[in-house]
């Protein structure tokens, strides 16, 4: 399948400053790739890239098969990271407007918002003006403005900031929608379960550089399984069972402590549980769990557990 | 052009749908009609001043032709209205204001109701005639009257007293010269139409700093609420830079334009129906010699000119307050040439004026004001080529600025302002 976007060896400086550093990667037609990485990665400076709104210091790219996003601005679809509409617009209005802007007639975006709209359950605000809509509603009517024209590459830069739980999940569902209507779909963010639930294929990009390139499944395969235990257990016995690479210890509100083990590549869970049970330790909780996308992100790129946001 | 034409057609129904455009639209008709009709009510209501007028002279000679004169005002209404004395009065001329004192401060009124405006006694005899005024308003008019209409009769007593005999006396008083206008241009009779240029280049030039101004100003704000909306980002991923800064100063250019339109529409029918010579002559005068596509020129040239310049400062601002810091030089430069254009109008060919018409930030107005006075057609080419060089170079300097400015965040110094255009983004 065709590359709907590549970056080959892209740098971004901002003077002494290098936003992106020899970054490399494809998205295919018709998938959703996540351009992960932690606030300041460089996520926001490449996507301008990709639209031609900044160029690249060196490097090339190629987007539907233009050097940048300029010559196919129609065929993209693009919702910005900070979000705006014009205020004292109706969501109709400014969905024919944008949706014109990249061609399409005005009947046809207007059929086209109002049935939108009414999909996303904002029929009854189609004709309210966009100040008077919650920050949620605006930012669903912003999305749809992004792609009422059908865009074959629809480019979301952290789509789900600022939306509550259920907003996040009818977004992903807009996005699997996209996908499977055709449209290739990259979409940044820094919140690793969107991605990890969304994607199929991820980079991560760490200080501007590429940190991993590959399936979700690949990159969670880079993260060591992990054995949880809870209960009245110190660090160093657990740290002492068979298979355990390093030990992250917590407190529990209730008294006692969360011992994480991450577990070397061949060791296996159920010997060191064993061998835990066998030599009395006090666990009140266990757990064996497979490595998250999360886990992985700190893997590859070695950035600090708090330096990453959890998902609402 | 699609673009350009959608992002121009949304700024100017963003405009028009607004309150303040429709009050802005109204605002100049309903003020001047009020204006004109409150003045006019004023003139026509207000009733002549009431005047107490005391002749002590011997023969009296001063009283009645001093009352013939405020009879006789224009259009058939007298001048003021001379009344008997509320009260009887001294014969000592400074005592007379002492017993008026009630009536001239308002404590007490005339028949009527009256105030009484003044009271003026002439005294003296011979050649030693002394008019004492006693009124509280300095500003009155009727003062004049009276000293003019004395002196003269002063004179004529002189010259009468010289053996001139008083027929002579009339037909010298009647005696008055023809003066007439000639047109150096046509060698012909000057008339309003031979004025009309230079009056309409006046107008015309401030017509175009005002245009400049309100419509530079509402683009200003434009921007500033898209850059604060986060709108302008979307705007340039989906259209160019020159597209969307066209698109910007053709929708605002529509909407100032749109009020003008409305505006001269309104001003023509008047003046068609009240004052057809000068409508007519008004026709001539910018139909004749392309002085119209001569303004058109410069009104185009000098509002992109800014208007670009106002767009690309709006870009790098998120508040009003920002801007006014960075717009503080535009507008000290702005105001040069109001500063000059009075100059203009009496004298078009100043040297400092050809100067100023130098200067591109300057020329639009400059020219268009000295264009009464046909300035020499190397120059109109000069300063005409001049400024679309500084158009040009103003419009590219402003789209790289627009974009940097659209895309940045936070605060820009001047430092990182220059920074910024150099490097575009």
Avoid at chain 1, 36 to 64: D, E
Avoid at chain 2, 99 to 111: H, I, N, Q, R
Wanted: one cysteine or more.
């Amino acid at each position: 399948m065709d590359a709907a976007l590549s970056l080959d060896h892209v740098t971004k400086r901002y003077g002494d400053f290098t936003a992106v550093n020899d970054l490399s990667f494809a998205a295919r037609q018709g998938r959703i790739l996540g351009f992960l990485g932690p606030n300041g990665a460089g996520k926001t400076s490449t996507l301008r890239m990709v639209l031609g709104l900044s160029s690249p210091t060196s490097g090339t790219l190629s987007v539907l098969g233009a050097p940048d996003g300029r010559p196919v601005r129609d065929r993209i679809g693009f919702l910005p990271e900070e979000r705006g509409l014009y205020r004292r617009m109706t969501p109709v209005e400014a969905i024919v407007f944008l949706a014109g802007l990249k061609g399409l007639p005005a009947p046809e975006a207007r059929r086209r918002a109002r049935q939108m709209l009414e999909e996303q359950g904002l029929g009854a605000a189609q004709n309210r003006q966009i100040r008077n809509l919650s920050k949620g509603m605006a930012q669903k009517v912003q999305l749809i403005a992004a792609i009422a024209h059908r865009p074959e590459l629809v480019i979301l830069d952290e789509p789900f900031s600022g939306l509550d739980p259920v907003n996040q999940q009818t977004l992903e569902s807009m996005i699997r929608n996209l996908a499977r209507d055709g449209a290739t779909v990259v979409f940044s963010t820094h919140v690793m379960q969107h991605a990890e639930r969304l994607c199929d294929h991820v980079v991560l990009l760490a200080g501007g550089r590429k940190a991993f390139d590959g399936s979700v499944a690949e990159a969670k395969a880079r993260a060591p399984r992990a054995l949880v235990l809870e209960g009245m257990l110190e660090a160093a016995a657990a740290a002492a069972l068979p298979g355990v690479a390093a030990v992250a210890t917590a407190p529990l509100d209730g008294g006692g402590q969360r011992q994480t083990c991450a577990l070397e590549a061949q060791a296996s869970g159920q010997e060191a549980l064993k061998s835990a049970f066998a030599q009395g330790l006090d666990i009140q909780r266990f757990e064996l769990r497979e490595p998250s996308l999360h886990d992985a992100f700190i893997v590859l790129t070695g950035t600090a557990p708090d330096q990453m946001e959890v998902a609402a | 052009m699609r673009r350009l034409i959608k992002i121009a057609a949304r700024e100017y129904i963003a405009y028009v749908r607004t309150v303040g455009f429709w009050l802005s639209m109204l605002a100049l008709p309903l003020g001047m009609g009020l204006v004109l009709g409150a003045s006019g009510y004023m003139e026509a209501s207000a009733p002549a001043p009431a005047l107490v007028l005391i002749d002590q002279t011997p023969g009296q000679t001063f009283g009645p032709l001093v009352a013939r004169k405020f009879s006789d005002g224009p259009g058939g209404r007298p001048r003021a209205d001379i009344v008997d004395p509320p009260v009887a009065l001294p014969s000592d001329p400074r005592a007379i204001g002492a017993a008026l004192k009630p009536w001239l401060t308002g404590d007490l009124k005339l028949e009527g109701k009256r105030k009484l405006a003044a009271a003026f006694v002439i005294h003296g005899q011979g050649e030693a005639i002394a008019i004492d005024v006693w009124t509280d308003n300095p500003l009155l008019s009727s003062t004049e009257t009276v000293r003019t209409v004395v002196s003269g009769q002063m004179e004529r007593s002189r010259l009468e007293a010289a053996g001139v005999s008083p027929a002579l006396l009339l037909e010298a008083a009647a005696l008055k010269p023809t003066v007439t206008d000639f047109s150096p241009k046509t060698s012909e009779k000057a008339s309003l139409l031979n004025r009309l240029p230079g009056v309409i280049g006046f107008g015309a030039a401030m017509l175009l700093w005002s245009v400049i101004f309100t419509g530079a100003g509402i683009l200003l704000n434009g921007v500033i609420e898209e850059k604060s909306s986060k709108v302008l980002e979307v705007l340039l991923s989906s259209a160019t830079v020159p597209e969307i800064l066209f698109g910007k100063i053709l929708g605002v250019a529509g909407v100032t334009f749109t009020v003008l339109g409305v505006w001269g529409t309104v001003g023509t029918i008047l003046m068609n129906v009240f004052a057809p010579d000068v409508a007519g002559d008004v026709g001539k005068v910018l139909m004749g010699g392309g002085l119209i596509f001569y303004f058109a020129f410069y009104l185009a040239a000098g509002y992109l000119m800014y208007a670009s310049i106002f767009t690309a400062i709006g870009a790098f601002c998120e508040t009003t307050r920002e801007a006014q810091t960075l717009l503080g030089p535009i507008m000290i430069l702005l105001t040069i040439p109001v500063i000059f254009l009075s100059q203009a109008l009496r004298r078009p060919d100043t040297p400092a004026l050809e100067i100023m018409s130098w200067i591109p930030l300057f020329t639009p107005f400059m020219m268009t004001a000295r264009a009464a006075s046909g300035p020499p057609l190397w120059q109109v080419l000069g300063t005409g080529i001049l400024m679309l060089a500084t158009v040009a170079l103003v419009v590219w300097i402003a789209g790289r600025a627009f974009r940097a400015g659209a895309l940045s965040t936070g605060k820009v110094d001047f430092k990182g302002l220059v920074a910024r255009l150099r490097g575009g983004e």
